[in-house]
């Protein structure tokens, strides 16, 4: 492990965080949103807003695992501020001798994947980092990438309304001045919410709508309630467990990415395919009758069985019709105990819910 340089401003870049009185302060939902997109967008289980003081790491949003601080010595983000103008990616941290012996590489959280945007004050000094992490090793894609910077951005002006905020306290006479001011901020966020909000709805691997874009199509097809009811399916790569266990993770991703492009190029313009989570998929059919929709799902598992992936790769799909006043988690729960069905019959087949 190698113990990060200090900045050779650091006096200043200090003064520069101590006068944002950040620090030690209670957790803030704006700050926690940030995160959670940041995280959603990169596909990390854990992700942080940090503010490196003089000896210590401080966290103002953790997310993933517990802790309020840590050695500044021990930090990635303390690494990542040196480069105030570039986003820090460790794609694997034990192959890194700055982070190889690190605490956090050879213990719990098991560190593996860091990327870091460092969170600049309006004068140019990096008070900390945006960071996302993973215990697995991984790449941060182009547009990845502009999004974490984008949302360190954010973070960064969240940092500055806090200042303002504090200056109205203190100069009431200005006040007007300073609403302005902040009603500014305040739609410069709300569009590039609205804008980052769009890239939380797709799921970073296989481009497809992930679950929370399913979840609206599936309560707006029930809503709407024209035609026939719509049909769900769930479904699941057979033994995908091994397919990672023996030919690895980048094969594993390789077989996802295969078959979101067979659901995509299926069912685009007759339904919505997205990625409900590891090696499901979920396909909405509105607006079509119950056998048109099994047709549809037994030509989806045998043009899965002809891919061309070199080596074997099947499904299983569990159907299901919505019933009349059925809300969207119950027809979901019936679409998976048809899965069930088909896996425990066999798998490689389409079974319909009653």
């Known amino acids: 492990m190698i113990k990060p340089d200090r900045p050779a401003n650091e006096a200043e870049r200090l003064a520069a965080l101590q006068r944002h009185r950040i620090l030690d302060t209670p957790r803030e939902q704006e700050f926690e949103d940030l995160v959670a997109i940041a995280r959603a967008i990169c596909g990390t289980s854990m992700g942080a807003v940090t503010l490196i003081d003089g000896e ?49 590489v050879t213990a719990d959280p098991f560190i593996r994947f860091y990327a870091g945007a460092p969170l ?7 008070l900390g980092t945006l960071c996302v992490f993973d215990s697995r090793p991984g790449q941060l894609g182009a547009t990845q990438a502009e999004a974490l910077r984008a949302l360190s951005r954010q973070v960064g002006r969240m940092l500055e309304m806090r200042q303002l905020r504090r200056r109205i306290d203190h100069h009431q006479g200005e006040h007007d001045w300073y609403e302005a001011r902040l009603a500014e901020y305040y739609v410069q966020l709300e569009q590039q919410n609205l804008a ?25 097809a029930i809503e709407r309630g024209t035609g026939a ?46 990625r409900y989570g590891g090696e499901e998929f979920v396909i909405l059919l509105p607006d079509t009758p119950l056998a048109q929709a099994e047709l549809q799902c037994q030509y989806l598992r045998e043009a899965v069985a002809h891919l061309p992936m070199g080596l074997p790769v099947t499904v299983s799909v569990g159907l299901a019709a919505q019933h009349p006043g059925e809300s969207a988690q119950e027809t979901l729960r019936r679409a998976d105990a048809a899965l069930y069905q088909a896996k425990a019959q066999g798998r490689d087949r389409v079974v319909v819910a009653g």
């Open 120 to 126: 600049l004050s309006s004068d140019g000094y990096a």
């Open 196 to 220: 980052l909000s769009e890239q939380t709805r797709t799921d970073p691997l296989t481009g497809l709508p992930n679950r929370r874009a399913l979840s609206a199509a599936l309560a707006e």
């Open 56 to 104: 210590r790491q401080w966290f103002k949003s953790l997310q993933g695992l517990d802790g309020e601080q840590t050695p500044r010595d021990e930090a990635f983000c303390a690494h990542a501020i040196l480069q105030p103008g570039h986003l820090t990616v460790v794609e694997d941290a034990r192959q890194d001798a700055r982070f190889r012996g690190n605490p956090s």
């Open 229 to 274: 009811p719509p049909a769900v399916a769930l479904v699941d790569i057979d033994h995908f467990k091994q397919v990672n266990d023996l030919h690895g993770h980048t094969e594993g991703d390789r077989v996802l990415v295969e078959l979101a492009g067979v659901l995509r190029a299926q069912f685009a313009g007759r339904g919505m395919a997205a």
